[in-house]
Nanobody, 114 residues
Framework: VQLQASGGGLVQPGGSLRLSCAAS????????MGWYRQAPGKERELVAL???????VYANSLKGRFTISRDNAKNTVYLQMNSLKPEDTAVYYC?????????WGQGTQVTVSS
């Protein structure tokens, strides 16, 4: 499985971005897909997960600002990020879990700065 993340960039505080993660397989067959992020000098952390079946999961600190969704027909998962803050600056990674194996995309840089 290959994951292609896109949509990162430079945005001012308070702005919005939408990240996309296109998968090479049928995402309905995946255990889940998700977004993680890694800021400089910090460990990679969970942002949001969306399982093949069931509800979404968010990092508590991001609830209300970030929304994960998917388009099954396009095998694509999205991360809508609103009210961005400088502390959201990080490389954002897409991940898929398929039969307990992890697959990672290449990451997309998000920089929140004035």
């Amino acid at each position: 499985v290959q994951l292609q993340a896109s949509g990162g960039g430079l945005v001012q505080p308070g702005g919005s971005l939408r990240l996309s993660c296109a998968a090479s397989g049928n995402i309905l067959s995946f255990d889940y897909m998700g977004w993680y992020r890694q800021a400089p000098g910090k460990e990679r952390e969970l942002v949001a997960l969306i399982p093949g079946i069931g509800g979404t999961v968010y990092a508590n600190s991001l609830k209300g600002r970030f929304t994960i969704s998917r388009d099954n027909a396009k095998n694509t998962v999205y991360l809508q990020m609103n009210s961005l803050k400088p502390e959201d600056t990080a490389v954002y990674y897409c991940k898929a879990e398929i039969r307990r194996s992890d697959y990672w995309g290449q990451g997309t840089q998000v920089t929140v700065s004035s």
